[in-house]
């Protein structure tokens, strides 16, 4: 009980910023949006999910929050699907790792970057939320980790898992569903929305780099997944990587001045892209504090 508490008061805290509400797990309900023939985006609380089913078995991407697991479950029988046979973590970060315990209670190979595995047993203290993340129950850790690529050859499919250096954390995986053009970008990309940005490890010029190596991958056609936020397309991912990159541009030459973060944050750097931006679960100030952090971390 103590745990699933825990959970919830991150999932208050990830899904809102600085604003508090409860996070009542019994309201949330699984929704499902076919992306291509047999593979569904899954949308409850946390970071979007991407299920594939097919006659070789259920290939889930994240499980989002312990709570929610039965739900996810009862949403991937809905498809038509099994238990699923394969979890892939796009990330450490509990509102997608939360359901591995109960997902390899029902059979499912977690499958990991090596960083995924090592930050999950590990206590990861995020200045922004106020907190530090307690390390994972041995259970829910990944039973199967790479360092570079992997792939998955099930349902008449390639997908291709890339790890990419250094972006939202420090164990970042996209996934690529060959045949069917789908690609899931874990953190990579909050699409439309100001990002969480992981504070121990991660950098914009990694997000930046990651959102080009995802437009090498894709076309106009692919249908892209993103860690939170609808379904979108190449333009989207376009407009992603530019807004970084200008605030990767605003805010190196305060942080390389010796500006504090307080002073950064006063000065408020990041208005001209509010409106457009800052509608999500980080305000101005949160965001502003979260860039600077990931610009330090790549400065050291
Ligand atoms: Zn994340």
């Not at 972006?167 to 164990?171: E, I, P, R």
């Given at each position: 009980m103590q745990r699933v508490a825990l959970f919830g008061l991150i999932a208050l805290l990830v899904l809102t910023g600085s604003q508090v509400v409860a996070q009542d797990y019994d309201a949330v309900e699984i929704t499902s949006v076919e992306v291509a023939e047999g593979i569904w985006m899954l949308e409850g609380a946390g970071g979007n999910l991407g299920v594939m089913i097919g006659e070789d078995g259920t290939f889930l991407i994240d499980d989002q929050y312990a709570p929610l697991s039965e739900k996810i479950l009862a949403a991937i029988t809905g498809l038509g699907g099994e238990a699923p046979r394969f979890v892939l973590n796009t990330h450490y970060h509990g509102d997608h790792t939360g359901g591995n315990e109960n997902m390899g209670e029902v059979g499912a190979l977690i499958v990991a970057h090596d960083n995924v595995r090592a930050r999950m047993q590990i206590e990861n203290p995020s200045e922004v939320f106020g907190l530090t993340f307690p390390p994972s129950p041995?259970?829910?850790?990944?039973v199967l980790t790479f360092s570079e690529t992997t792939t998955f050859h099930i349902n008449g499919d390639e997908v291709h898992v890339f790890h990419v250096r250094d972006?939202?954390?420090?164990?970042d995986a996209l996934i690529w569903f060959k045949r069917a053009d789908v690609l899931h970008t874990g953190d990579i990309v909050f699409n439309g929305i100001y990002p969480y940005i992981d504070e121990g490890s991660g950098t914009i010029a990694g997000l930046v780099a990651a959102c080009g190596d995802i437009l090498a991958i894709i076309d106009g056609d692919t249908a892209i997944i993103p860690g939170h936020g609808p379904l979108a397309d190449r333009d989207d991912v376009i407009a992603y990587r530019n807004f970084l990159q200008s605030v990767h541009d605003v805010i190196m030459p305060m942080v390389r001045d010796g500006m504090t973060t307080d002073e950064i944050v006063d000065a408020n750097p990041l208005q001209p892209w509010d409106e457009t931006w800052?509608?999500?679960?980080?305000?101005t100030e949160a965001f502003t504090r979260v860039a600077v952090t990931a610009i330090r971390n790549e400065l050291e």
């Open positions: 041995e259970a829910a850790l990944p972006a939202h954390t420090d164990g800052g509608q999500g679960f980080l305000d």
